[in-house]
T-cell receptor, first 113, second 113 residues
Framework: GAGVSQSPSNKVTEKGKDVELRCDPI?????LYWYRQSLGQGLEFLIY????????KSGLPSDRFSAERTGGSVSTLTIQRTQQEDSAVYLC???????????FGPGTRLLVL | KQEVTQIPAALSVPEGENLVLNCSFT??????LQWFRQDPGKGLTSLLL?????REQTSGRLNASLDKSSGRSTLYIAASQPGDSATYLC????????????FGEGTQLTVNP
């Protein structure tokens, strides 16, 4: 596609429910990143996928967070048993190689009530 | 641990002024530095990427410089326009930070007509 797309654009959920966030990277980009942007915390790295290599999960805040990337393209970020502190904008980015320009999607705004 | 600081946090200027945004980072072992803009409620738009071996990059009215040894970068915006109003973020890709970008808190720019 022309750019990185994310869905849904907004998600409201109740505390304790699971949510899935989707990212479609730019076609041909082998690197895919998830970040979180919350008030007072700035932008935080969550996870990085590069081709078929094992993902860098070092930024995931707890074991309630997981992500997968199927077929080297689409990625899904799953948050289990959501908490109110999970409320944030979740941003996905992709790049053609690890040290290349990272292009960001519009984000998914998650609100946990 | 890499830390990125942006000064000022907010800036308001009249249309037509030239302005400079500052970014500093604590660990000079970086691969590159990237400048983004973020409009309210939107994702990040990449403006410029400077590789560690480069001193500056230019795109239209924007010029970014990098002094890796002193841990500083500046974004120069010439002849500012109201459409330039946004939050500007700088981010570094460190040699020892894996694949993550480390972001500053941003400078919120308002250009008044």
């Amino acid at each position: 596609g022309a750019g990185v797309s994310q869905s849904p654009s907004n998600k409201v959920t109740e505390k304790g429910k699971d949510v899935e966030l989707r990212c479609d990277p730019i076609s041909g980009h082998t690197a895919l990143y998830w970040y979180r942007q919350s008030l007072g915390q700035g932008l935080e790295f969550l996870i990085y996928f590069q081709g078929n290599s094992a993902p860098d999960k070092s930024g995931l805040p707890s074991d309630r967070f997981s992500a997968e990337r199927t077929g080297g393209s689409v990625s899904t970020l799953t948050i289990q048993r959501t908490q109110q502190e999970d409320s944030a904008v979740y941003l996905c980015a992709s790049s053609s190689y690890r040290q290349g320009t990272q292009y960001f999607g519009p984000g998914t705004r998650l609100l946990v009530l | 641990k890499q830390e990125v600081t942006q000064i000022p946090a907010a800036l308001s200027v009249p249309e037509g002024e030239n302005l400079v945004l500052n970014c500093s980072f604590t660990d000079s072992a970086i691969y590159n530095l990237q400048w983004f803009r973020q409009d309210p409620g939107k994702g990040l738009t990449s403006l410029l990427l400077i590789q560690s071996s480069q001193r500056e990059q230019t795109s239209g009215r924007l010029n970014a410089s990098l002094d890796k040894s002193s841990g500083r970068s500046t974004l120069y915006i010439a002849a500012s326009q109201p459409g330039d109003s946004a939050t500007y973020l700088c981010a570094v890709l460190g040699e020892t930070s894996g694949s993550r970008l480390t972001f500053g808190e941003g400078t919120q720019l308002t250009v008044n007509p």
